[in-house]
């Protein structure tokens, strides 16, 4: 990798997204996406759980609302697939030899360039499962012989987050986010509002949008 390629979206053909959450392509992915369908990239998004464990959403059936909503969501990005399993939400951690399993198994079929993942360190947000998703993600990613782009948060977003909403999210000084991208959060939004049970006023996402403006910022690991 040049110094200059170290700071560009790597141009892959296709690329496939791993989350634990339907919305985290969107809430905190979309941005992202959206720019790698732009460049002509393939996207297939596998979510590990239906998120049926979220506290938004008075549904009887949350898992089936939410799986409808990744659908559309995913449209609206110009996702080529989506992939949802169902793992329980808030147990990934506990499966962590299942779920590498089953990001394997989707890898060899669809045979992606690289991986779209959240941060490592503690999955940007804090929760378990993102991390326990990304952990996976980059074990298969090694393996597998990938590469894999990591998006994550500027320390003085995650900074300003915790401290007005009390969060645990990870932010990384700018000279560890080598990429940094101008995004047009038009489709994004669109597939946020697909996920009409998670949206809700209030929610962190919308602050963490406004601090983020039109950047998202990312690394890439190489596979060694
Ligand atoms: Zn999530």
Known sequence: ????????????????????????????????????????????????????ASTHGSSPDLAQVRAAELDLAAAALGVRSTRLLHHPDGGLDERPREIEADVAAVVRELRPEGLVVFGAGNGVTGHPDHEAATQAALRVAASEGLPALEWCLPEEVAAMLNEEYGAAFAGFPAVDLPIVLTVDRGRQRTAVAAHASQAVPGSVLWRRLDLLGDHEYLRLSLPL
């Open 1 to 52: 990798m040049t110094a200059e390629s170290a700071h560009r979206l790597p141009e892959w053909g296709s690329a496939l997204v791993v989350v634990a959450h339907p919305d985290d392509e969107s809430f905190g992915l979309g941005g992202v996406l959206d720019t790698l369908v732009r460049s002509g990239t393939q996207v297939h998004v596998l979510c590990l759980t239906a998120g049926e």
